[in-house]
């Protein structure tokens, strides 16, 4: 029990990097990696041979002792320092007495014992970056947590040596700095339905920022955007309320419409009685044939689709009940 409680205050006190670093080690994907173990092997092959030619010679001029042993591994630890290899996505910043001299490689890199070292080899493939805006209050003061990844490389190691520290380290902490004013400068609904919008916002602030230092931001991607659950139902209320509104208004458009063009037919039909009486039996065709069933239509009615108006009222007031009963 002490354990879990243990445990869980850690995880409540420590920092924003730390979470950050246990969240990209959540997001390892198990693929393989290059490594530099054949540059560290040649390093060891370097010092082994160089030592091994002192203990020769010393063994050809006067015997193996310690003054031997000691020379052998002086020289060899030299040779070791004097000769690099450097991958083909590296470049190495050499340093000659504390003062930048040139950047090599890749391939074998010679420097001049104890008078040139180099101080940082650095990759020059694009990096992944993760960061996140955690609580960060937007415009209208609704927290929301961000989460992003930026891609990025090292386009002079000269500038990424010299002007920071930790460049890496740099990247992530400026990302989630400008992540977090660009989430503050807009509004909730902003931030859930222009996401393109703050990419390309969030990669022109980095690409002016990250210049200085030698970095370029090749893209930036917003992964998820967390509400808070307290405020998701009256979102969803609201956005159910802003979809009737729509449809009503969307409804009310297609009803103006229908008016205006049953206006316009009454205009047409108002002076011409054949069309009038065509019409009329065509909605009683219709009525027929969508439905399959039969239409009993009276006698006095049928005489209005052939004959004249006159014999349909004529044959109207003869089915006509009378009005006035015969007194007795």
Not at 177 to 195: C, F, H, P, Y
Request: proline share 3%; net charge negative.
């Amino acid at each position: 029990m002490r354990r879990r409680t243990r445990a869980a205050a850690d995880e409540s006190s420590s920092s924003p990097a730390q979470r950050t670093i246990q969240s990209n080690v959540q997001l390892e994907t198990g693929r393989r990696r290059t490594s530099r173990n054949g540059a560290a092997a040649f390093t060891v092959v370097v010092f082994l041979l160089a030592a091994a030619l002192v203990c020769a010679v010393a063994e050809v001029v006067g015997g193996m002792g310690v003054a031997a042993i000691v020379t052998a591994v002086i020289v060899g630890v030299l040779a070791a320092s004097s000769v690099h290899v450097v991958m083909e996505w590296e470049k190495a910043v050499v340093m000659r007495f504390g003062k930048f001299n040139r950047v090599a490689g890749p391939g074998l890199v010679f420097t001049w014992p104890l008078i040139e070292f180099y101080t940082l080899r650095v990759d020059q493939r694009v990096i992944a970056t993760y960061f996140g805006a955690e609580e960060t209050l937007t415009s209208d003061l609704v927290p929301v947590n961000v989460d992003a990844v930026v891609f990025w490389m090292v386009f002079s190691a000269k500038k990424a040596a010299i002007e920071v520290e930790d460049y890496a380290s740099a990247v992530s902490w400026m990302s989630q700095a400008m992540l977090r004013k660009a989430i503050g400068r807009a509004t909730l609904s902003e931030v859930a339905t222009r996401r393109d919008q703050l990419d390309a916002e969030l990669k022109d602030v980095l690409e002016e920022k990250l210049a200085d230092w030698g970095i370029a931001v090749m893209d930036v991607e917003v992964r998820d955007i967390v509400v808070p659950k307290e405020l998701q139902s009256s979102m969803a209320a609201e956005a159910v309320a802003t979809r009737e509104r729509n449809a009503r208004m969307i409804m009310a458009e297609a009803e103006r419409d229908i008016s205006e063009m049953l206006r316009d037919a009454s205009e047409v039909y108002d002076g011409d009685a054949e069309a009038l009486r065509l019409r009329t039996m065509h909605l009683a065709y219709e009525s027929v044939k969508q439905s399959g069933g039969t239409v009993v239509i009276p006698s006095a009615f049928s005489e209005g689709f052939t004959g004249a108006p006159e014999d349909a009222e004529r044959a109207a007031r003869a089915v006509r009940p009378a009005e006035h009963p015969t007194a007795g």
